[in-house]
Structure formats: C-alpha cells, structure tokens
C-alpha cells in the first residue's frame, strides 16, 4: 500500500509539472496584435566592442532604462565587474519607478534583489529569478513588468570603488494598451539586527521551559508593508546566525486587510519555505530552495533561501502585512536581510531601505568566538580544569 501511495504522489507532482510547463509554453502559440519587441541594452553605439556602461564613479548614479508608453519588462539580463569580493552587490542600488511616479516601486541592492547575498556570488535557479556561470555572476529577471505611462530603472553606486563595468539586457514589448487589471510590480529591500528578549534566547526551551507565546505576531521580522490590491509573489530571505542554535522555528504570518491575527499562520521557517526538520541541504525548485547553506557547526553563519508563489500569490484587497517569527516567538538575535516581491493594481512607492551604514555586514563567529565563551563559563564555574560544558 505505502509503495502505491508514493507511487501516486509521484504521478501527481509529475502531472502537475507537466500541467505548469504546458501552460507556460501554450501562449507561445496566441499571434498578439498591437505589441512590438523592444530592448534597451548597453552595447557599444559606436558599433565596437565596448558594450557596457563604464566606469560609475562612487556617488554617481545612472539612467539604465527610459521608455515611455504603455508596456511591459518580461526579461532583465546584468552581469557587474569588479566582482563581488571587490565591489559588494549590497552597495549598488537599483530602483525601478512606473507611471512616472516620482517614488521608486522597486528599491533594493542589487545583489539580494537577483538572489545573490552579501558580497558573495553563487549560482541560484528558480522560475522568475536565476543567477548563473560563471559563479554566478549572470543576474536574470523573468519578472512581468507592466507600465502604462512609461518606465525608469535606475542604479545608484555607493560603494567606496567604482562600478569599472555594467553590463545588462532589458527586454520589454511595446503595447497600445496594458490588459485588464495589470498588476505593477513592486520589490524591497529590508534588514534588520533582530533582539532577543531580556530572558535570553530561549529556544527550544533551553534556558527556561516556560516556553514564550507570541500569537499576534509582535515584533516579528517583516518582509513587507503594502498597502492597495493585489497578490504577494515571494521572497528571497538571507539569514546570518551568530549561535550554532536552529534559526528557524519562527512562524511567518501574513496580515490581511488590516487583521489584528494572521489568517494565514504557518508553523516553522522551514516549513513556509516547503522543507523541514532543520535542513542544511542545498537545493533548488522553481519555486523554492536553499541556494546557499551553511558548512560550519550546527547553523551557524550564513544561509539564503527562497519561496516564491507562482501557482499560490497571497491575494488582499486593502493591504498586507508579511512577516516572520525570529526564532518561537522572536527570541533570537540574528542578522536577517530579505528582498519581498509583490503586485498591486497601481504603482505605489515603497518604504525607504536602510542606509549603507546600516546594511554593513555583521562579523563572522566562529570557533575561536566559541571557545573564548567556554573560557568565561569555565571561570565563572571556579576554573576545575575538569570542567566539560554541561555542569549547572
């Protein structure tokens, strides 16, 4: 029986693959009227070989993309020199603006926009986003872009170096009018040092077994504040653990239309992003994956996944409110970044994102960071050299 049953689920998962593939490829088949392939790249207009933007001192910021119109983005290609260990992609800042809104929709570094974390580069495959060889220095957009009168995207470096090279592809279609009820897309940046509460970071009840609650969501980490109509898409999340403790037993929680309790309440960090039991595994969906995991002890360090919903958009008519627990009810300190991704009937402006200063990076822990700890327990436990770590 059990082997008919794993059997059938594999039968279903491989319909429903097949089903979200066709449906993909089926409008490659529909002949549209009234629309026009068009792209704005940086190759060199001289017809040479120079086919990028060069040399954007720091400060300085640069014009990528200026159409106006009605139209909408369907692919974004960039590819960055120096490379990230030189010039942190968390320092270059992209903003996207729609409807000649003066505030940007999208605002985010660059880096963690595409699925790339900190001043690392790392390959990272999934539907609407990917990041590619070499070493994952070839970002890519498949995100619909819709704009009814006109488009600006925009990159601003503030890092101390200069960008020597920006390569990039923007391809979009020119329409006489949008369809019906075109979301326009939104993105933002948001990191956060996360506190733990005056008890102590009491996870998994560790220190104290009277375990916390937290049922209205109070002080979690947020992925984004919306206001408007429309459907939540993802989000890509990047988490630096400073404990070799389990980061992720917090609970995401998603706040519609202004509700004082989540209605849609999941049940651990893991389990929104659709694995489990604590993993460490590299592994990557289309909609879903652990592109960058952590190789030191425990959880420690550093750890990116994602979770997007391409087949299940979180729909609200008024707002939404998207967070995630830090830790069971938010007794964690960590260091979370996050890139949310969002649509909604009209073009609004997003929340302004930290600034340079509060987007440096905290420090790496580590073994000699541990040990210097168990120094300080072992004297403040009178120093008997036979000390072994689980005295009270």
Known sequence: MKRVFIAAMLGIIMFTSMAQTTDLLSGLTTIKEGVRSKRVSSYDRTGGNGDNVYMIKPGESRTLFDVKGAGIITHIWVTIAPRPEQLNRSDIILKMYWDGLEEPSVLSPIGPFFGQGWNESYDYTS???????AGGTGMVS?????????????????????????????????????PKNSGRFHAWFNRKITAAPEAGENEWGVLDKKVPLNPFGTDNYIFAEIEGKGHFVGVNYYVQNPSIMWYGEGDDMFFIDGEEKA?????GTEDYFNTSWCPRTHYLHPFYGYPRVSNETGWLYRTHVFRFHITDPIYFDKSLKATIEHGHANVLTLDLASVAYWYTL???????????????????IGANEILRWRHEWRKNHGNDPTLWGNEE
Do not use: C
């Open 263 to 267: 209605s849609i309440h999941g049940t």
């Open 127 to 133: 539907l609407p986003l990917s990041v590619g060889p």
């Open 142 to 178: 498949y995100f619909q872009m819709p704009f009814e009168n006109g488009a600006k995207i925009i990159i601003e470096n503030q890092a101390d170096i200069a960008i020597d090279a920006f390569y990039y592809y923007i391809d979009y279609v020119e329409m006489d009018q949008l």
């Open 346 to 364: 009209e073009a609004k402006g997003v929340a302004p994102i930290p600034d340079k200063e509060h987007r440096k990076f905290m420090p790496y």
